[in-house]
């Protein structure tokens, strides 16, 4: 983003409303840690005060950026916004689910656990969010190195919503997991499984790779 959007002549423009800082999270680890950065890019606006409003996580064009950052300095779609929305409608899985991803991007997982267990709990009809929850949930176990959990989560996924748009990643993190937690013959199975049912699958060739990772690990180093 410092060389595209940061550079756009408009965003440039907007900058003179605010002060703009640019921090490598990956040198400076203890402030990273402190605001939670859960992945990177990552882009923070805060109050004079130093409370944060809001956060966007990934690539954003100029576009897409000064839209979203207009939103917040206006009170629109930030986790405060969404809370009080919530509060007016409890029952609406679109607004924890919202919620939910907002708690996951300043990484206070727990939080979003609630969320996601709500969102699944209401989408009673599993039409839109309650797949997206389930995996989310999986995910989050994942990221704390919870991998017997993990597993079970996806393996849930995959028996509840067969018809998921999350099914093939699911089946990918399974065995992929299962790798990370040493155990390689049940990575294999399921290596193996995604090959035979996902042939036309764009993560073929990776997957085959990490089958000769675990059938070969000395020719593959």
């Known amino acids: 983003m410092d060389s595209t959007t940061f550079t756009d002549p408009a ?15 990956l040198v400076d680890s203890s402030l990273e840690q402190s605001l939670g950065i859960s992945g990177h890019p990552t882009t923070i606006l805060f109050t004079p005060d130093g409370k944060e409003v809001d956060r966007l996580l990934g690539y954003f064009p100029a576009d897409s950026f000064l839209i979203e950052m207009n939103n917040f300095l206006a009170g629109i779609n930030t986790l405060d916004d969404y809370l009080k929305r919530a509060a007016k409608a409890p029952n609406d899985p679109k607004l924890q689910y919202a919620l939910a991803e907002k708690y996951t991007a300043r990484k206070k997982y727990d939080e979003a656990r609630g969320y996601y267990r709500r969102v699944i709990e209401l989408d ?18 994942y990221r704390e190195k919870k991998y017997a959990e993990a597993i079970k989560g996806f393996l849930a996924l995959v028996k509840k919503y067969p018809q998921s748009d999350l099914l093939e990643d699911a089946e990918i993190y399974i065995p992929y997991i299962y790798s990370k937690s040493g155990d390689s013959i049940k990575a294999l199975e399921y290596y193996k499984k995604f090959l035979a049912k996902y042939p ?18 000395e020719e593959t180093k």
């Open 11 to 25: 965003v440039v423009g907007f900058s003179e409303k605010m002060v703009f800082a640019s921090v490598n999270g």
């Open 124 to 141: 009673t009809n599993r039409a839109t969010l309650a797949d997206d929850g389930t995996f989310s949930l999986a995910y989050l176990d």
């Open 200 to 217: 036309g699958s764009e993560e073929v060739e990776w997957v085959s790779g990490q089958i000769q990772k675990i059938v070969n690990p």
